[in-house]
């Protein structure tokens, strides 16, 4: 089993805590630092959007973090036990449109190769975020 | 995250360093609303020793360009990495925020 899993609150003062994690499963994964950073971002756009929009701002809400870590491949399941967030409700603004804010989610989409939103069983989202590694690319 | 203030001729400079995300980008914002609200220009936030910003310190950046060009001044960003450059590349902001080499020339005329 190649996999971490860990349960961090639906506070802002974790994020850090999670970018951690994300860059040594990277690191593992083999990502250059470049890839790894552009993951980073990825991860932290998701995380934001469940504090935001399954808990509405709540700190003391339940996250999960699955985090593969097979070899060229970065996978992250982000689990939450708000309500089903519709992604169209977060969908980003046109970016010649400037104003603050609606950037997550295009760049969630800019940098990974599969962002995913699908209801879990706990009433909430499970949001999957893939990367492959640029080698890795269409042999998978 | 912390945000250093320091004036050179008209100029309001703050030296960010650190982490700037949804948890540290309202000190941030706080910090540039003080120079707004006394109409500085230009503002320049030097971004050379940032490790790591995402969307909610681009909206803060956003916020404070559009303040800025409500008085007539002007909002200068220095110093950027090229993993924070790539990321105002990702959102096209490259074009829209005036962005420059060292802190000496953002703070010129």
């Known amino acids: ?140 | 995250m912390k945000v250093t203030q320091e004036t050179q001729g008209t100029a309001a400079i703050f030296i960010v360093e650190g982490q700037v995300d949804l948890h540290t980008s309202p000190e941030l914002r706080s910090q540039l609303r003080t120079a707004l609200n006394s109409r500085s220009s230009p503002l320049v936030v030097d971004l050379n020793a940032v490790s790591f910003i995402d969307s909610s310190g681009l909206a803060t950046l956003i916020e404070a360009l559009k303040s800025v060009g409500s008085y007539g001044g002007k909002l200068r960003l220095c110093g950027l990495n090229p993993d924070v450059r790539k990321l105002f590349e990702l959102a096209r902001l490259n074009e829209v925020f005036d962005l420059r080499t060292s802190r000496a020339e953002a703070c010129g005329p």
């Open chain 1, 1 to 140: 089993m190649n996999e971490v899993r860990c349960t961090v609150p639906s506070d802002t003062a974790y994020l850090p805590m999670v970018r951690a994690m994300v860059t040594e499963g990277a690191r593992l994964a083999g990502f250059d630092p470049e890839t790894t950073h552009g993951i980073l971002l990825a991860v932290t756009e998701a995380v934001t959007n469940v504090i935001r929009h399954a808990y509405g701002g709540e700190p003391d809400q339940r996250i999960d973090l699955l985090l593969g870590t097979r070899p060229e491949h970065f996978r992250l399941d982000i689990v939450d036990y708000g309500h089903f967030v519709d992604p169209s409700k977060i969908a980003s603004r046109p970016l010649d449109d400037l104003r603050p804010g609606g950037l997550g989610v295009h760049l969630m989409k800019s940098i990974m190769d599969r962002v995913e939103y699908r209801p879990n069983a706990h009433g909430g989202t499970t949001l999957t975020l893939e990367k492959h590694a640029p080698a890795a690319k269409g042999s998978s």
